[in-house]
């Protein structure tokens, strides 16, 4: 049974910084992983993407230069961490994992079918 475990979030004030960790418990068949996040009343947003085989990365806009997605994969770990956090960065941030075929691409788009449970961030204006 495979597991995707989601924690460190929790509340900070405007300006600082928060890593949230994702285990991977169990073996899954994937090499793209990623953080997605909802904020109340909002769709769900992909956030940052990594291709754990060769370590690329995406981000989306409103987070570049701000975030930066890492793996352990020694630790069967995927690290999210968020600096420079203002309030529209409150959601919920869910872990997910996708398996990107040969020649695709890992990013936000891909076939994300594994989730986690999610962990709130919280910024408050």
């Known amino acids: 049974h495979v597991q995707l475990a989601e924690y460190g979030g929790g509340s900070v004030q405007a300006g600082g910084s928060l890593r949230l960790s994702c285990l991977v418990i169990?073996?899954?068949?994937?090499?793209?992983m990623g953080w997605f996040r909802q904020a109340v009343g909002k769709e769900r947003e992909g956030v940052a993407t990594i291709n754990t085989a060769d370590g690329s990365t995406y981000y989306t806009d409103s987070v570049k230069g701000r975030f930066t997605i890492s793996q352990d994969n020694a630790k069967n770990e995927v690290y999210l961490q968020m600096n420079s956090l203002n309030p529209e960065d409150t959601a919920m941030y869910y872990c997910?994992?996708?398996?990107?075929?040969?020649?695709?691409?890992?990013?936000?788009?891909?076939?994300?079918?594994?989730w986690g449970q999610g962990t709130q961030v919280t910024v408050p204006s």
């Open positions: 169990g073996y899954m068949p994937t090499n793209c």
């Open positions: 997910a994992a996708a398996s990107v075929p040969g020649g695709g691409i890992c990013d936000t788009g891909a076939d994300f079918r594994y």
